[in-house]
């Protein structure tokens, strides 16, 4: 059974604005400045467009057309602007220019060819659509931006989507260009429409489905860099540096490799809290956290440990080879001044390294304690010093044989 158009403008209206209550639901109490309020304002416009394309069924007039079109158009740009904001990809200022002109133009130049075109209908249907088709390109280049993260299941569905309703677009271009149509009211016109209106339908699903299930991918994201990483340095937290460190200590013990740990701690940070104040305490925390990565393989793992403490994991790496890149981590982070002010606050760790063939024997609390007592000893020594540990002073409990405490700071 064939529907019939007006059936389907209904159905598409309906289901438009069924989805942007849904995506105004879960905008509610967000910032005007939120990505799912642009996209529920994009399915209103969507959805208006087809209420006034469903009017001008019954009664045409060439202001609706023109109406129609443009809101249609307004859709596709508050969509890429939902886009934009959702990535981060704009200041709080709002788009840049280029931006702007991508957002406005097409609306303006479906009012200009419209009204130029109107008694051109396979022209007037051509243009309209390449211009739609630049929107949804605009859509498609925002979707794949180089500088985002690996596209998540979301961005696929929204991916598919677009390249439908793009392919729809097209292919009802090229049949106004050929002259298979000569109006939206005969056999032919009908029934090119009711393709786009079948894949309208499917789009509309799918692209408000697929922002959805965008925005909760990146509620699950945020929430286990909540549970796993360092808000301050951004560094790995303990649980996730400890999680890493079990699973490493395994898989060398499986295969009979060299691990080393380093353990390390920033020299008198309480200075630096009680002289410049805690905000300036974070910001040497940043500082050092930023020093210690660059100089890591993209295999090696680092997290903040405690407060002024990191711990370092070194796959395939023997203790010599972990003593020498914790000398140069300790002359970097010496000559690598934070910041603050006009101050420039310089401050040095102490480390102690641990590490060698791991064994059935070896355990990550042995590991840890041996590079704890190390750097415990590298304070004692005077600070701003690398210590190894003696691997064979591991006790049959797993720990270290710690010397008496001596304050970290």
Known sequence: ????????????????????????????????????WAWGLALVAYAASHVI???LNVVPSSGLVVAGNMAYGIALSLMLLAMRRFDGLD??????????????????????????????????????SLVFCLQIGFIL?????PRLPRPGRGRYILLTAFFALLSSLLLRALAAAMG?????????????????FVVALCAVISISLGFVYMTMERAEQRNFELAMKDMLTGLSNRRAISDQL????????????????????????????????????????????RTLQSRLRAQDQIGRFGGEEFLLMLPDT??????????????????????????????????????GVISGAHTVDGLVAAADAAMYRAKQGGRNRVERADMSSLLPGGQAALPPAVPRD
Request: charge should be neutral; hydrophobic fraction near 55%; avoid cysteine.
């Open 1 to 36: 059974m064939r529907l019939d158009v007006p059936t389907l403008f209904a159905v598409v209206t309906l289901v438009a604005l069924l989805m942007a209550g849904w995506v105004s639901f879960m905008a509610w109490g967000k910032p005007a400045r939120d990505a799912l």
């Open 53 to 55: 394309f469903a009017v």
């Open 91 to 128: 200041s709080n200022a709002g788009p840049p220019v280029w931006v702007q002109l991508q957002l406005l133009l097409p609306v303006l130049a479906i009012a200009l060819l419209y009204t130029l075109l109107m008694e051109q209908y396979a022209a007037r249907v051509v243009m309209g």
């Open 141 to 145: 280049r925002a979707l794949l931006d």
């Open 180 to 196: 298979w149509m000569s109006s939206n009211n005969d056999e032919a016109g009908r029934l090119w429409l009711t393709m786009v």
């Open 246 to 289: 079990h699973m490493a200590v395994s898989r060398a013990q499986r295969q009979g490799q060299y691990l080393s740990v380093l353990m390390l701690d920033i020299d008198h940070f309480k200075r630096v809290n009680d002289g410049y104040g805690h905000q300036a305490g974070d910001a040497v925390l940043r500082g050092v956290a």
């Open 318 to 355: 023997h203790l010599e080879g972990a003593t020498t890149l914790a000398e140069a981590l300790r002359q970097a982070v010496e000559a690598s001044p934070t910041q603050w002010g006009a101050h420039s606050i310089s401050v040095t760790i102490s480390i102690g390294v641990a590490g």
